[in-house]
């Protein structure tokens, strides 16, 4: 699939949405992906998981990503590579996350990270943390969305199945604010 093919997937089935947002930041953009979006079609779900997969398909053992839309991540893209999926939850302190629920992990795991949508990264980070003090190796990051247009560097082999680089802006240097532009909180 190319970059067209899946914008236009995502735009198709509602998750790529193009107007005046209110992002969790409180700062505005004109694009929107909504990652629920995704994940409630599983043959785009599936679609996606499997590129995931062909790009570290013989460089992993694990595949883990973070509550919640990565429990589904690594579910599908394990299944694609017949591998077996953990998820990496927050810590009881919210500092963090863990392999709770007797997930094993451990020294010679090569572990394949996937998550949804890339923003800043934390989520990612954190489970690159848990599998570190577990011991095992990071075998690289699969996204299903990189909105940063591939500013975030990890340190390991990164794949996104779509790179977008949307813009954001303050709410008092909005362009769409000042010509009317209804807002449309996310």
Same mark, same amino acid.
């Given at each position: 699939? +190319?970059?067209?093919?899946?914008?236009? @997937?995502?735009?198709?089935?509602?998750?790529?949405?193009?107007?005046?947002? =209110?992002?969790?930041?409180?700062?505005?953009?004109?694009?929107?992906?909504? %990652?629920?979006? !995704?994940? =409630?079609?599983?043959? /785009?779900?599936? %679609?996606?998981?499997? @590129? &995931?997969?062909?790009?570290?398909?013989?460089?992993?053992?694990?595949?883990?990503?973070?509550?919640?839309?990565?429990?589904?991540? *690594?579910?599908?893209?394990? $299944?694609?590579?017949?591998?077996?999926?953990?998820? *990496?939850?927050? %810590?009881?302190?919210?500092?963090? $996350?863990?392999? %709770?629920?007797?997930?094993? &992990?451990?020294?010679?795991? $090569? /572990?394949?990270?996937?998550?949804? !949508? @890339?923003? +800043?990264?934390?989520?990612? $980070?954190? /489970?690159?943390? *848990?599998?570190?003090?577990?011991? *095992?190796?990071?075998?690289?990051?699969?996204?299903?969305?990189?909105?940063?247009?591939?500013?975030?560097?990890?340190?390991?082999?990164?794949?996104?199945?779509? +790179?977008?680089?949307?813009?954001?802006?303050?709410?008092?240097?909005?362009?769409?604010?000042? =010509?009317?532009?209804?807002? &449309?909180? +996310?």
């Amino acid at each position: 699939m +190319t970059t067209t093919d899946i914008e236009a @997937l995502l735009e198709a089935r509602g998750a790529l949405l193009r107007g005046h947002f =209110q992002l969790a930041s409180g700062r505005h953009a004109d694009t929107y992906i909504e %990652k629920f979006r !995704i994940l =409630q079609w599983p043959d /785009v779900t599936s %679609k996606l998981c499997e @590129l &995931v997969a062909d790009r570290f398909r013989g460089e992993t053992n694990l595949v883990a990503g973070p509550t919640t839309g990565g429990v589904i991540l *690594a579910y599908e893209t394990a $299944r694609h590579l017949g591998l077996r999926s953990i998820i *990496a939850e927050r %810590k009881e302190d919210g500092e963090g $996350r863990e392999f %709770k629920r007797g997930f094993e &992990v451990g020294p010679g795991d $090569r /572990v394949l990270i996937v998550d949804d !949508i @890339l923003t +800043t990264g934390g989520s990612v $980070r954190d /489970v690159i943390a *848990a599998v570190r003090e577990r011991g *095992a190796e990071v075998a690289g990051i699969g996204m299903l969305v990189d909105r940063t247009g591939g500013r975030v560097d990890f340190g390991v082999p990164f794949f996104a199945c779509l +790179t977008v680089d949307i813009a954001s802006w303050r709410p008092e240097e909005c362009a769409l604010c000042e =010509q009317g532009v209804e807002l &449309v909180v +996310t």
